[in-house]
């Protein structure tokens, strides 16, 4: 039952918002958000095109994980092995490598596509205080 949101700029690198530097070259045709309620055991899955850079950032998605009674958690996605990672300030802020490589998620081509799209699987696990 918990609420997964995500939002990403477009092939562009521009985001669906208003303050975004790159309003001019926004896809009209990209939504650039999903929102998707968990079910029993917390699976979820968006379709949505393989995150890009754009100036100062490497690629990511943006996940924010909402249960009732619980603050919300937000966090980024990262492609691994993305030479632009290790440049990324958020990234890098991240913790130690390990930690890193937790915010990672490798993109591999889907068999079953005739159109060469990719998969790709981020697990969030999140812990909480029962309530007295």
């Not at 001019?24 to 045709?29: A, F, I, L, Q, V």
């Amino acid at each position: 039952g918990a609420l997964v949101e995500i939002w990403q700029c477009d092939n562009n690198g521009a985001y669906l918002h208003s303050g975004t530097g790159n309003r001019d070259k926004r896809d009209g045709n990209f939504q650039g958000f999903g929102r998707f309620l968990t079910g029993n055991s917390g699976e979820y899955y968006f379709r949505t095109i393989k995150p890009v850079a754009y100036p100062g950032r490497t690629p990511h998605v943006h996940y924010q994980v909402k249960v009732k009674g619980q603050d919300k958690f937000t966090t980024q996605c990262y492609v691994k092995g993305h030479p632009q990672n290790e440049r990324d300030f958020v990234f890098r802020g991240a913790g130690d490598a390990k930690a890193r490589d937790l915010l990672c998620a490798e993109f591999v081509p889907l068999p079953s596509s005739k159109i060469g799209e990719l998969s790709a699987k981020f697990d969030i696990v999140l812990g909480f205080t029962p309530q007295a």
